[in-house]
């Protein structure tokens, strides 16, 4: 029953084959037997239907579920609490992050402010200070109001992190690669110094997708994802998800999830977890294209620096290369000419389209100082205006190599 509750491999929607392997995709990081990750993408929680043969989950769309006398009934009860579709996603993406449990939400945020509720008033966190914007802006603006205090950190810096640090810092929240930066986190390290303390780490894999990187593995303690990005992948769902190995943690979760109701509908659940079947084959893709994406930025007289983690000269290379099974589909770069010659690229370009998020199969360009990131302008996180920030899609390699140079030349030639 447990199962139903935070979506522990293993559900009744048929954990059975597939699901009860929690660290079974460890195999990707070289450690465990059991299923590889490509295989837990498209099996881990998803058995064929006992009754029909369905290859694919239903899409359960009933909100109440009949019990056969009071308080028996097959794991679901009412669709707020548990739900088949959604058990399906969670126990598949637990499977991926190595985690015993997941719990899903309606978005990413929804998911971090679930994660945030594992907080009491007085206590302080620490974040990045080149945290998502929406996430600076939930810690700072929401869970300010309510006695949370916080501070922003480079956490590639761990003295820093040391320097920080309070009597009643109770968590710290890290993304790697950092969002617009691509600055890299060293997750074991980090996990050393926040355990060491008593403290939790969080992690947000969205740049990285369970694909790349496994935050549990290296130490961490809840993984959280906007599954509006790579997880979906097709940029037509919201969605959030947050994933554990401590029980703990599960359990408030699971009542915060539940308590505040913030969960996602069945059809999103269907598609996101149509989307993770193919992660694997989409990100490996797109981390090659991104290679030839940064080298024909790399040197070209309209473009200042180029901050991708696969290049060498990056800081957080090293890291990366260590915890990271490849470098990522996200580029960022400072245009030469400032804001005006970066708003002209963005605006120029055909085949990237100008839009914000990011992880899907179209590839996307956007502007964070202006767009993503407004809401932190002058705040420590702001960014700096001739940044810009690429999303590589699927497309031919050539065709968005030839598309954004001719938008360069055009903004700065
Ligand atoms: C988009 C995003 C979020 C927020 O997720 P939503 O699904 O938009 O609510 C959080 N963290 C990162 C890194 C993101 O990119």
Redesign the pocket.
Known sequence: MSGARYGAGGTEQGGARYGGYPGGATRAGGESEGPGFETLAIHAGQDPDPVTGAVVPAVSVATTFAQEAVGRHAGYDYSRSGNPTRGALEACVASLEGAAGAAAFA????A?DAVLHLLEPGDHLIVPDDA?G??YRLVSQVWGRLGIAHTSVGLSDLAAVAAAWRPETRMVWA?TPT?PRLGIVDIAALAELVHARGARLVV?N??ATPWLQRPLALGADVVVH????YLGGHSDV???IVASNDAEVLERIAFVQNSVGAVPGPWDCYLTLRGIKTLAVRVERQCATAATVVAALEGHPGVETVLWPGLTGHPGHEVAARQMRGFGGMVSFVVAGGEEAALAVAAGTRLWTLAE??GAVESLIEHPHRMTHASVAGSPLEVPSGLLRLSVGLETPDDLVSDLLGALERATG
Request: glycine share 18%; hydrophobic share 25%; aromatic share 10%.
């Open positions: 978005s990413g945020l929804a971090e998502y929406g996430t993304e969002n947000d969205t740049f906007s599954a509006t990005k919201v969605g959030g998020s990011l």
